[in-house]
């Protein structure tokens, strides 16, 4: 089932039926000023979604206990189509946005990427291209240096012991195993056979030891979750002193033109495209539900730092159609 040189390890998943990883009968425990009024109003809410032990999964109240399973079933239902669905959703724009991520992570080599709700594998393809292309040119630059280079200290430049070379490595997690399938079978089309790991695991126990990333990236997974601020501890925990938390999420459109348009385009056409496209109208309607619920910018950005993270900053793209926010375990 793995591709060559990627392993797929299943570990057990809190609140999710046996079926859901694989392993059938098992019972599953996990083995394992503006933004603080927004954020505090934000957990007030949830904290009575709490009590009442019920929370939101789109427009809809369920009991808490069920979301994890609920959010299961729609990237479940969705995972086939999941990558075309997005170039269609988003006419492609949803590659600029990572490529955008990417930028702004600036990864070097022999970072160690921890890529949560990494799904079909979209961020940690282009974390190993962009550590590889950089690093091919930094080779380049090298061996023009070279007045008279041997064939033998060309090509001692460009292999894989090459000098000053480190291995970067990324973990793609994900709750659900039929979107970590699919981007295997990716990883395996793109040949990207080294240096990718395939882990099922809860963004909110996270199935890590403390202090292991350099970066911690979750692109549009976490507005999926049921306690965003679990997540983000576990975020703050897996990461290493000095390591960076990224984000990558849709949010909150504020010029009243943009949010009309976008408002329309969203609730009106992509739960028909999820019905012609992937024959799921529910699941789409669900993914533009959950938008809307997730917090606006300042709040997340409080939210991020009440975990522990420094140097909290987002900023917009697309209008704020989505967001990047960055912060640092110091
Ligand atoms: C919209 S997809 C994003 C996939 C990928 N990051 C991308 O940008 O294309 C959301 C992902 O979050 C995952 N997810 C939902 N709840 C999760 C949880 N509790 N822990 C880990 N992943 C979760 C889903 O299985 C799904 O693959």
């Given at each position: 089932?793995?591709?060559?040189?990627?392993?797929?390890a299943?570990?057990?998943?809190?609140?999710?039926p046996?079926?859901?990883?694989?392993?059938r009968?098992?019972?599953l425990?996990?083995?394992?000023?503006?933004?603080?009024?927004?954020?505090?109003s934000?957990?007030?809410?949830?904290?009575?979604?709490?009590?009442?032990?019920?929370?939101?999964?789109?427009?809809?109240t369920?009991?808490?206990?069920q979301k994890?399973?609920?959010?299961?079933?729609?990237?479940?239902?969705v995972?086939?189509?999941?990558?075309?669905?997005?170039?269609?959703?988003?006419?492609?724009?949803?590659r600029?946005?990572?490529?955008?991520?990417?930028?702004?992570?600036?990864?070097?080599?022999?970072?160690?990427?921890?890529?949560v709700?990494?799904?079909t594998?979209d961020?940690?393809?282009?974390?190993l291209?962009?550590v590889?292309?950089?690093?091919a040119?930094?080779?380049?630059?090298?061996?023009?240096?070279?007045q008279t280079p041997?064939?033998?200290?060309?090509?001692?430049?460009?292999?894989?012991?090459?000098?000053?070379?480190?291995?970067c490595?990324?973990?793609?997690?994900?709750?659900?195993?039929?979107?970590?399938?699919?981007?295997?079978?990716?990883?395996?089309?793109?040949?990207?056979?080294?240096?990718?790991?395939?882990?099922?695991?809860?963004?909110?126990?996270?199935?890590?030891?403390?202090?292991?990333?350099?970066?911690?990236?979750i692109a549009f997974g976490?507005r999926?979750?049921?306690?965003?601020?679990?997540?983000?501890?576990?975020a703050?925990?897996?990461?290493?002193?000095?390591?960076?938390?990224l984000?990558?999420?849709?949010?909150?459109v504020s010029?009243p033109?943009?949010?009309?348009?976008?408002d329309a385009?969203?609730?009106?056409?992509?739960p028909?495209?999820g019905?012609?496209?992937?024959?799921?109208w529910?699941s789409?309607?669900?993914?533009?539900?959950?938008?809307?619920?997730?917090?606006?910018?300042?709040?997340?950005?409080s939210?991020?730092?009440?975990?522990?993270?420094?140097?909290?900053?987002?900023?917009?793209?697309?209008g704020?159609?989505?967001?990047i926010?960055s912060?640092?375990?110091?």
């Amino acid at each position: 089932m793995a591709a060559a040189g990627v392993s797929l390890a299943f570990r057990a998943v809190r609140g999710l039926p046996a079926s859901a990883v694989g392993q059938r009968g098992a019972r599953l425990s996990t083995g394992s000023a503006r933004g603080f009024r927004h954020a505090a109003s934000f957990r007030r809410e949830h904290d009575a979604a709490a009590d009442e032990k019920s929370t939101h999964f789109g427009f809809q109240t369920v009991p808490e206990g069920q979301k994890a399973e609920r959010v299961y079933k729609v990237f479940e239902s969705v995972a086939q189509k999941y990558d075309i669905m997005n170039d269609a959703m988003s006419l492609g724009i949803h590659r600029l946005w990572k490529d955008t991520l990417l930028r702004t992570m600036n990864p070097l080599p022999g970072t160690r990427l921890l890529d949560v709700a990494g799904g079909t594998g979209d961020i940690s393809f282009r974390f190993l291209e962009y550590v590889r292309s950089q690093e091919a040119r930094r080779r380049r630059r090298e061996a023009q240096a070279l007045q008279t280079p041997s064939w033998q200290e060309i090509a001692n430049s460009y292999g894989p012991g090459a000098p000053g070379s480190k291995e970067c490595r990324a973990v793609v997690c994900d709750i659900n195993k039929d979107m970590l399938k699919v981007g295997q079978q990716r990883a395996k089309d793109l040949y990207y056979t080294t240096g990718l790991s395939w882990v099922v695991g809860d963004a909110e126990e996270l199935p890590f030891d403390d202090d292991q990333f350099d970066v911690y990236t979750i692109a549009f997974g976490i507005r999926n979750l049921t306690h965003i601020d679990k997540a983000l501890e576990e975020a703050y925990r897996v990461l290493k002193p000095g390591g960076r938390f990224l984000c990558l999420e849709f949010s909150h459109v504020s010029n009243p033109l943009l949010s009309r348009i976008y408002d329309a385009y969203s609730f009106q056409l992509i739960p028909v495209l999820g019905e012609v496209i992937a024959g799921d109208w529910k699941s789409y309607q669900y993914l533009v539900e959950s938008i809307r619920r997730f917090p606006d910018q300042e709040t997340f950005q409080s939210m991020i730092e009440e975990a522990g993270f420094f140097s909290v900053q987002y900023h917009n793209l697309t209008g704020g159609v989505v967001a990047i926010h960055s912060g640092f375990k110091l």
